[in-house]
Every structure is written in C-alpha cells, then in structure tokens.
C-alpha cells in the first residue's frame, strides 16, 4: 500500500517537473538570446537523436531580429539515407534518423499555423522510407487536413511505383525528378544510379505518370564538370516540365566539402562563367529557371531530420534548434533566410496544380 502511494507520489512529481522546464524552456527563449545555451526541450518531444550531436550543436551566429521571416515555403528533408550515391550531394547520409510519423505531422501543424503555404518533401530519397508510405501519408496529410496550396516532392525517381500515384496522386501538386544528364554514361559518372537501371528511361516513364494522374511535372538538374557541355533543349523540350530548375553545383562544407564530409565535390565545380555559358545554350527553354550559388545558399529554408532550420551562410549546415522544442517563430531566427532574395530568384509562382490550368 505504501509503495504504491509512493510511486503515484513520483509520478505527479516527474510531470510536475517537467512542466517547469518547460516553462523555464520558454521563458528562456523569450529572453533570447541570453539563454540559447539551455538545452531544455519542451514536453512531448521524444529526444531521438544520438547524444553526441546534439550536445555539440551551437547556434548559427545572427544578429538576434524581433522581426521573424514568415516560413511560406518549406523543404522538410526528413530522411539523409538515398539509393544513390550523387558525388556533389549536398544533403549526405550522416545519419539514419526518420521521425515518427505522427511528431513529423505535429511540426508540419506548426509551420502551417505560423503561414506555410508549400511543403517540398526531400531528402536523401523521400522514397525509401516504407516503400515510399511514409511521404505518401505526409502528403496526404498536408493536402487533406492541413489544405496547404501546394505540396511537392523531389526524388531521384528510381523507386516511385505506380501504384504509389494511384494511392496518393491526387494530395501532389508538384512532382520533381532530379535528372543531371540524358546521357547515361555522364548519369553513371555522376553517381545517379543504381544497378542496370537506365535513369532516362525511367524519367519519361514518370511523365507519363504524372499526366495520368494529374500531378505537375518538374525536372532538377545540377551543372557540373561533367555536364556543363551537354546541349539538352530537345530532351527537356520533349518532356514538357512545367519548371526545369538548373542549379549550380554548390560546396557545403561538412556534406561535400571538408574533412567530415562524406562526399567530395571540388572535382564537380564549375566557374560562374561555365554556368552563364550553359544558360545560354538553353535560353529559348521556357520552363527554365536558374540558379546560381548566390541565389541559391540564402534563399531556402531547409529543414533537417530533427525539424531544425539549417543556416547556410557560412557556407555550412549549422542547425537550430528543433521547432518540436522551441517552436517556429524562436527556431527560425536562426535560420539565416534571407526572405528578400527567396522572392527575388521567384521562389513564390504558381505552385497550385488547381492554378495552373495544365492540359493533363
């Protein structure tokens, strides 16, 4: 009998301390940036990740603003581990961590409240989480009961079924395939690849998944070393993307660059000048946008396995703290988003498949 009051005794005195730190935790954040180095995470967030890391983390260096950047579009890189092996990958497999799928869905309720109007789900490679089930329910998720604008995916492609677009086709709006080459051999050299796969022809099998079920279709392509030659106005002309966004092969120490990287990336560089002469071969391609290292470090908000926002400025991936811990509006401060330059390079367009009146 008396252990039993005993142990109800230290169950109401656990919950009545972990309320105080969660106070404390708030309280602490709204005194910020006085108190950034309390490592108090708020009740209800199960603290997944490996110790070490987590102990070392610092904040970004910022000038602390009262004004926070509203998070209007939002790439949620929710799983590092990829099927591929791209040698300029920015976003490596440091790490095998996934969130469960009901917490990941409690931080996209956040960022919607704090005025998320498009989810982009990346990774790694969104689709080797459960078979491709796991984005499938976020999606599902963020189009149904959250009623985002737009929902959108980027995968390398090499695991989508079609069994996945009749199951969750109609919650997508947007559908991006990175493809860097229509010469294989260059797709090989690159690292996008996986067994006997032709990566071309599985491109334009999407295609036409994405017509038949009414999802919008884009492409990504990185410019590189190796495919900084290459003529592709036919190919992409062909396949008709709504966006054909063609990004500069970027450095990021610590992912592809450095001593702890996992991926080494200087032999895939290219100079500003390279990069301008490929945009010029591709002038007359309608759907393309382009993007330059410049336009590119500042002006996307990512956000980690951990839903913590990652600071690029200083030409690493510094991270936040989790907006499970401390919430959006304190989390993205230190997000190093430069929101000027998010609208300058067009990163708000019409990304509503219901606006944008595609002949499917």
């Known amino acids: 009998m008396h252990l039993a009051v005993l142990g109800r005794l230290l169950s109401l005195g656990r919950a009545v301390l972990a309320a ?11 005194l910020a940036p006085l108190c950034l180095s309390l ?40 799983t590092r581990q990829c099927n591929y092996k791209c040698g300029f990958c920015f976003h490596t497999a440091k790490t095998s961590f996934v969130l469960p799928l009901e917490e990941a869905k409690r931080g996209l309720a956040m960022l919607k409240e704090a005025g998320m109007e498009k989810i982009n789900f990346s990774g790694g490679e969104p689709f080797l989480q459960d078979r491709g089930e796991f984005v499938g329910k976020l ?36 559908l ?11 797709n090989v050299l690159i690292g996008r690849h996986q067994g006997k796969k032709n990566h071309v022809e599985n491109l334009h099998k999407l295609r036409q998944w994405c017509r038949e079920h009414a999802v919008a279709f884009k492409i990504n392509s990185v410019i590189n070393r190796f495919n900084v030659e290459e003529d592709m106005n036919e190919q992409i002309k062909a396949l008709n993307p709504v966006r054909w966004k063609v990004f500069q092969c970027l450095l990021i120490e610590g992912e592809n660059s450095g001593e702890d990287a996992l991926r080494e990336a200087e032999k895939f560089v290219i100079s500003d000048e390279d990069f301008d002469r490929f945009l010029d071969r591709h002038k007359d391609v309608s759907c393309l946008v382009p993007e330059s290292n410049q336009k590119m470090r500042d002006s996307y908000l990512i956000l980690d396995e951990y839903m913590r926002f990652l600071n690029c400025r200083n030409g690493r991936k510094e991270p936040s703290k989790s907006i ?20 300058r ?4 367009y019409v990304w509503s498949k219901a606006d944008m009146k595609l002949d499917w």
């Open 345 to 348: 390079r067009g990163g708000k």
């Open 20 to 30: 105080l730190r969660g106070r404390l935790g708030a309280l602490c954040w709204s």
């Open 39 to 78: 490592p108090l995470p708020l009740p209800g967030w199960r603290d997944s990740a490996p110790r070490p890391d987590r102990e070392r983390q610092r904040e970004p260096e910022q000038e602390w603003d009262d004004a926070s950047p509203t998070p209007t579009s939002v790439n949620y890189h929710f």
């Open 139 to 174: 999606v599902q998720f963020c189009k149904q009961e959250l009623e985002l604008p737009s929902v959108s995916i980027v995968s390398n492609g090499s695991l989508i079924r079609k069994q996945w677009f009749e199951k969750y086709g109609e919650y997508l709006d947007i």
């Open 176 to 186: 991006a395939i990175s493809c860097d080459s229509f010469d294989e051999d260059v």
């Open 324 to 343: 499970l811990d401390v919430g959006v509006e304190a989390a993205i401060k230190f997000s190093g988003f430069d929101e000027k330059m998010f609208l």
